[in-house]
């Protein structure tokens, strides 16, 4: 088994708008990104302690000046009315090139939040700009979901009080992270409310694909040019957590390659593909010819979803793929119709 890559190296619609799920009060214009914009401010509920992997964080008042690091985390502050001074600049699922996800910067418009006033985007692609996170001068650095080392956390903390994962690199889900994030801002129950409002529209659009539900799944990625390794993610992954939220069920195969690991990720050999044969429904990424290419394969066909047809392809790099690999508050809704609408396609050749 081998560690866990980076999320870039494993990158792998009826769009609602990110500010549908924003809190009903309004934002007041700033120069700079850096104000608290909502009602139901918690400033009462300070100081504030969140257990982490790496230790505690302790944040004594409410935080005005909010950066977050690594995938997603923004999206948090941002469904709670808050704009952040800074976060990390997107570099997958990125088709306009901005360094801003589409349901992200509807949410910031909802704030008055774009053009000159964006926030500050961090280049992380050579790992998190400390300097520049400091530069942004935050109350808090919010990373609940996110693939911090300790050596990260620590350094992050010299800047400001930060929020790491609960328990393991990459395997917050979308739920949790809002929970932590919004506890951080002094504002879990709003980020309650969110999280409920999220799976009622899920519970809605299922109604509507009545074959997703109760479907056996495995998560994978093939790379296009080597087709002898299925990277498979495991239980742990918050991609795979959001497929079990919209009603379907993680194979037990895939539970036992992952075994006891706290990595998101395992490797099996294309030779024994047909460990896979519980699988109702297998999602992998690529694109039109990625169904074809991998009922031609000698090793990949023997896998029965595969042979059926019953594969749902996220098409590879593009923003639906960044919203479900790494989901949040914003990005689940956003995407939730074609996602499904791919598992659906899918399940009605399970028979």
Same mark, same amino acid.
């Given at each position: 088994?081998?560690?866990?890559?980076?999320?870039?190296?494993?990158?792998?619609?009826?769009?609602?708008?990110?500010?549908?799920?924003?809190?009903?009060?309004?934002?007041?214009?700033?120069?700079?990104?850096?104000? +608290?914009?909502?009602?139901?401010?918690?400033?009462?509920?300070?100081?504030?302690?969140?257990? &982490?992997?790496?230790?505690?964080?302790?944040?004594?008042?409410?935080?005005?000046?909010?950066?977050?690091? &690594? %995938?997603? &985390?923004?999206?948090?502050?941002?469904?709670?009315?808050?704009?952040?001074?800074?976060?990390?600049?997107?570099?997958?699922?990125?088709?306009?090139?901005?360094?801003? #996800?589409? %349901?992200?910067?509807?949410?910031?418009?909802?704030?008055?939040?774009?053009?000159? @006033?964006?926030?500050?985007?961090?280049?992380?692609?050579?790992?998190?700009?400390?300097?520049?996170? &400091?530069?942004?001068?935050?109350?808090?650095?919010?990373?609940?979901?996110?693939?911090?080392?300790?050596?990260?956390?620590?350094?992050?903390?010299?800047?400001?009080?930060?929020?790491?994962?609960?328990?393991?690199?990459?395997?917050?889900?979308?739920?949790?992270? /809002?929970?932590?994030?919004?506890? @951080?801002?002094?504002?879990? /129950?709003?980020?309650?409310?969110?999280?409920?409002?999220? #799976?009622?529209?899920?519970?809605?659009?299922?109604?509507?694909?009545?074959?997703?539900?109760?479907?056996?799944?495995?998560? +994978?990625?093939?790379?296009?040019?080597?087709?002898?390794?299925?990277?498979?993610?495991?239980?742990?992954?918050?991609?795979?957590?959001?497929?079990?939220?919209?009603?379907?069920?993680?194979?037990?195969?895939?539970? =036992?390659?992952?075994?006891?690991?706290?990595?998101?990720?395992?490797?099996?050999?294309?030779?024994?593909?047909?460990?896979?044969?519980?699988?109702?429904?297998?999602?992998?990424?690529?694109? =039109?010819?990625?169904?074809?290419?991998?009922?031609?394969?000698? #090793?990949?066909?023997?896998?029965?979803?595969?042979?059926?047809?019953?594969?749902?392809?996220?098409?590879?790099?593009?923003?639906?793929?960044?919203?479900?690999?790494?989901?949040?508050?914003?990005?689940?809704?956003?995407?939730?119709?074609?996602?499904?609408?791919?598992?659906?396609?899918?399940?009605?050749?399970?028979?």
């Amino acid at each position: 088994m081998r560690t866990a890559p980076s999320r870039r190296a494993l990158r792998p619609l009826v769009a609602l708008t990110a500010a549908s799920l924003l809190l009903a009060a309004c934002s007041t214009a700033d120069p700079e990104p850096a104000a +608290t914009t909502a009602a139901g401010s918690g400033a009462d509920t300070f100081p504030v302690t969140i257990e &982490n992997t790496f230790g505690e964080t302790t944040i004594e008042a409410e935080p005005t000046r909010v950066a977050t690091v &690594n %995938w997603g &985390n923004h999206d948090v502050p941002i469904a709670l009315g808050i704009v952040p001074v800074g976060f990390a600049k997107a570099s997958y699922g990125d088709d306009d090139t901005d360094g801003v #996800l589409p %349901w992200t910067y509807e949410g910031l418009e909802a704030l008055d939040a774009t053009g000159d @006033a964006l926030p500050v985007l961090f280049d992380e692609t050579a790992g998190i700009p400390f300097e520049a996170v &400091n530069n942004t001068e935050p109350d808090v650095v919010l990373a609940a979901y996110s693939g911090l080392t300790e050596e990260d956390w620590t350094t992050l903390s010299q800047i400001a009080p930060t929020v790491s994962y609960p328990e393991a690199a990459w395997g917050t889900n979308w739920k949790d992270m /809002a929970l932590v994030d919004g506890r @951080a801002l002094g504002r879990e /129950a709003e980020a309650q409310e969110l999280v409920d409002d999220v #799976l009622a529209q899920i519970d809605d659009a299922l109604a509507e694909r009545p074959d997703v539900e109760g479907k056996t799944f495995a998560y +994978t990625y093939l790379a296009p040019d080597d087709p002898s390794t299925i990277g498979v993610y495991t239980p742990l992954d918050a991609r795979v957590q959001l497929v079990e939220d919209l009603g379907m069920t993680v194979a037990p195969s895939v539970v =036992e390659l992952a075994g006891d690991t706290d990595q998101f990720f395992v490797d099996l050999s294309a030779e024994q593909a047909d460990v896979l044969s519980d699988v109702d429904v297998l999602i992998t990424y690529g694109d =039109e010819s990625t169904l074809a290419a991998m009922q031609a394969d000698p #090793l990949l066909s023997k896998i029965p979803a595969v042979a059926r047809g019953s594969v749902a392809v996220v098409p590879d790099g593009v923003p639906l793929a960044s919203a479900t690999s790494g989901p949040t508050i914003l990005s689940v809704p956003w995407a939730l119709d074609a996602y499904l609408d791919l598992f659906q396609a899918a399940a009605e050749r399970v028979g």
